[in-house]
C-alpha cells in the first residue's frame, strides 16, 4: 500500500521558516516524483513545486514563480523523505499543503495525473 505522511505545518510570522517533510513508503521511492501542491481557503489547488525521480536532476523539477527563491525542494532517496524548505514566509502563503506521487514515472514532474497524496499538513502565515 502507497502512502505519503506530509508533515511539519505550523503557525509562523510573516518572513519566517518552516521546513515540510513528506515520508513515502509502499513506492520504490527514488523512481517516483514527488510534488507538493497546496490549497488555501476558497481556493482552487494549486502545483507548488516538484522533485523528479532518482536525484532529482533530469530536468523537470520546478516551482512556480510565486515561490522561486523562496522555497527549496529537495529528497533523501535514503530515508524515503521529500523536503519543502520554505523561507520568507507570507501571509499568501497560508494553506494546508499536501504531498503528491504519480505512477505515470516517464513523464518526470509533468504527469498527467497524480494517484497518491498525503493527508495535508496547515501552514499559517500570520503576526
Known amino acids: 500500500e502507497v502512502q505519503l505522511q506530509a508533515s511539519g505545518g505550523g503557525l509562523v510570522q510573516p518572513g519566517g521558516s518552516l521546513t515540510l517533510s513528506c515520508a513515502a513508503s509502499?513506492?520504490?521511492?527514488?523512481?517516483?516524483?514527488i510534488a507538493w501542491f497546496r490549497q488555501a481557503p476558497g481556493k482552487e489547488r494549486e502545483g507548488v513545486s516538484c522533485?523528479?525521480?532518482?536525484?532529482?536532476?533530469?530536468?523537470?523539477?520546478y516551482s512556480v514563480d510565486s515561490v522561486k527563491g523562496r522555497f527549496t525542494m529537495s529528497r533523501d532517496n535514503a530515508k524515503n523523505t521529500v523536503y519543502l524548505q520554505m523561507n520568507n514566509l507570507k501571509p499568501e502563503d497560508t494553506a494546508v499543503y499536501y504531498c503528491?506521487?504519480?505512477?505515470?514515472?516517464?513523464?518526470?514532474?509533468?504527469?498527467?495525473?497524480?494517484?497518491?497524496w498525503g493527508q495535508g499538513t496547515q501552514v499559517t502565515v500570520s503576526s
Open positions: 509502499g513506492i520504490d521511492f527514488d523512481d517516483y516524483v
Open positions: 522533485i523528479s525521480s532518482g536525484d532529482g536532476s533530469d530536468g523537470s523539477s
Open positions: 503528491a506521487t504519480s505512477l505515470y514515472s516517464a513523464y518526470g514532474c509533468y504527469p498527467p495525473q497524480y494517484d497518491y
